[in-house]
């Protein structure tokens, strides 16, 4: 059976999410989310991606992204195998470094996108790594609760 098609469109918004095969750690050092971050940024750059919100757990990823241009697929592609292809060189490991297909549930801008940050920013707190998600480093927290864009995330758009 066909997997089906992934409604794209541009200035679409995305909850993105991929976790590790069989659950694996897909981050074994700050170094990976280092690299990670790097081609996250690489990635939205080239596809004219904007990443309102962002973390990065062990064992999987959580992303909000708004599309330019309407191409998910094609970035989430290129992201996902360029990171894999380094880590498994990085590791010395062979096979699938995620579970299958990244998934992506599309949100309506108005009704459900502030549920989607909270969600995000708030995985350390509810996997009990952190007390408050800003004490987390590998996430958007910091930058919501300023207020402010930082080097990854575009926050402005979703304040006003």
Known sequence: MARP???EYPGAYYHVLARGHRKDLIFYSNRDRQEFIRRLQ?????????????VLMNNHYHLLIATLNGNLARGMHYLNASYSNWFRIKHNLVGSIFQGRYKAILVEKDNYLGNVIRYIVLNPV?????????????????????GRDDRLVKVEPLLA
């Not at 690489?42 to 962002?54: D, G």
């Not at 509810?126 to 300023?146: F, Y």
């Open 5 to 7: 098609l992934r409604i």
């Open 42 to 54: 690489e990635t939205a750059a080239k596809y004219q991606f904007r990443i309102h919100s962002y």
């Open 126 to 146: 509810r996997a009990k790594l952190v007390k408050r998600p800003g004490e987390w480093p590998w996430s958007s927290a910091k930058a919501h609760l300023k």
